[in-house]
């Protein structure tokens, strides 16, 4: 189980390394719910970006959870004065350990407000999960989450 996490850790670090961002750079942060833990976000265009957490789901008695996501952006839906308030939907994958490993698809919807005057966006976000392993499941992850902007 350690050297999951730790595996999951330097591989992580290892990418956000070798990356340039071309829009918004790389987003550190956190977040909150279902899981609870750190968030990354790496943009590889003006629309679209690749999602990560590393964090625990307490529903499951603090079982690690990891997932990944490829997301695309829509700006043109939600108009605001001020900012980018951008709906996003993708796909991928997740990993949660507990006693039974589970092992599935992620389908993340949400928002997203990117502050005009700081490196900085806020997030809401809905997830239905389809687990295949160890056996076929439905579930709903929910969260909310800030990131910080490297560029």
């Excluded at 490993?101 to 900085?120: D, E, H, K, M």
């Excluded at 997830?127 to 076929?136: E, G, H, Q, R």
């Amino acid at each position: 189980m350690k050297k999951v996490i730790y595996v999951t850790i330097l591989f992580t670090l290892i990418l956000i390394s070798a990356l340039n961002a071309q829009d918004k750079g790389v987003g550190l942060g956190i977040i909150v719910g279902e899981p609870t833990g750190f968030s990354f976000k790496y943009w590889t265009s003006s629309t679209t970006a690749f999602d990560a957490a590393l964090a625990w789901s307490f529903i499951d008695g603090g079982a690690f959870h990891i997932h990944a996501d490829y997301i695309l952006h829509s700006f043109k839906l939600i108009r605001v004065p001020e900012g980018k308030l951008p709906f996003y939907y993708g796909i991928g994958g997740r990993l949660k350990t507990s006693s039974d490993t589970q092992l599935g698809v992620r389908v993340p919807l949400g928002l997203a407000y990117i502050f005009q005057s700081a490196p900085v966006d806020i997030f809401l976000e809905v997830v239905p999960i389809l687990d295949f392993i160890p056996k076929t499941d439905f579930r709903i992850n929910a969260a909310l989450g800030a990131r910080y902007y490297f560029n």
